[in-house]
């Protein structure tokens, strides 16, 4: 009877827990603070979108060509923090890092497939126009995403950049057991963003396959980089990619030596000079 109580107990803990723990992301009040003791401005706005709300934050001035950043899975707005408070960055750019929906504060929990994703955030490009060049950038799962942002978008997206981006349905891992936990009441034991990333996850192999032939309608010039020892994202993205933006005006790939996964965070430098070389 105490080893009964013990484990409905634990499940009971675990539970609550579960929703409480590991949503990877930072409140607003905090991200202002930390900004504000930076010396730069943080706005923090929302978007409404028919029953979904788009979360992101911007910085610098408005008359400045525009990077979009977009995480990967799991992962909120703050995973690029530090480049938005970038002195040089900010010299060339204003910049935006959304929080993808289901994550962050766009309506946490709730993901849905790369192009429902792409209908809810695609309106951001209108509440941010300023008859400026807008580039995007992708981390992960935000590889796919930029992707069907620009082909969503046609002549609003002037160059993207992937980074360790999962672009290319062949390299993924079928992972049927993602399917089995997104089931009651398996679902309930997965804590905090890890819950909307494995359905997402889940999503992606389909996505990917609706994605593929888009993949032409890319004109704009595209920069692929990746660390060939990628333990998440396998490294052959990296030479699909140089093939399948046939029609992109410019392909750039770059192979870290030795990366792994988290390039932009280990490898800051190197993201921000190819950052700074977009826009003339």
């Not at 990077?67 to 040089?88: C, Q, T």
């Not at 996505?207 to 060939?228: S, T």
């Amino acid at each position: 009877m105490k080893s009964v109580i013990s484990i409905v107990t634990f499940l009971v803990l675990w539970l609550i827990m579960a929703q409480s723990c590991l949503k990877f992301r930072t409140s607003d009040s905090k991200a202002l603070k930390e900004f504000d003791t930076s010396g730069v401005s943080l706005s923090i706005k929302t978007i409404k979108v028919k029953d979904r709300t788009l979360h992101y934050v911007m910085t610098g001035n408005d008359t400045l060509p525009t990077i979009v950043f977009v995480h990967g899975s799991p992962g909120s707005w703050d995973a690029f923090k530090e480049y938005l408070k970038d002195k040089d960055l900010l010299k060339k750019y204003r910049m935006v890092s959304i929080d993808r929906p289901g994550f962050g504060y766009s309506d946490f929990g709730k993901s849905v497939t790369l192009q429902e994703e792409s209908a809810i955030i695609s309106p951001l490009f209108a509440a941010i126009k300023n008859n400026k060049p807008v580039y995007l950038v992708g981390h992960s799962l935000g590889g796919p995403m930029i992707v069907q942002l620009a082909a969503d978008n046609p002549n609003t997206i002037a160059g993207l950049v992937i980074l360790a981006g999962a672009i290319d349905v062949t390299l993924e891992k079928p992972e049927k057991w993602r399917h089995v936990i997104m089931q009651f009441p398996l679902k309930y034991l997965i804590p905090g963003s890890l819950r909307p990333s494995n359905k997402e996850l889940w999503y992606l192999k389909t996505d990917l396959i609706k994605l593929k032939p888009r993949f032409k309608e890319i004109v704009c010039p595209v920069y692929i980089l990746h660390g060939d020892k990628d333990p998440l994202v396998d490294y052959g993205n990296l030479a699909f990619g140089a093939k399948a933006f046939v029609n992109s005006s410019k392909i750039d790939t770059l192979t870290i030596q030795g990366a792994n996964h988290f390039i932009p965070w280990m490898h800051y430098d190197v993201i921000k000079r190819v950052l700074i070389g977009l826009h003339p």
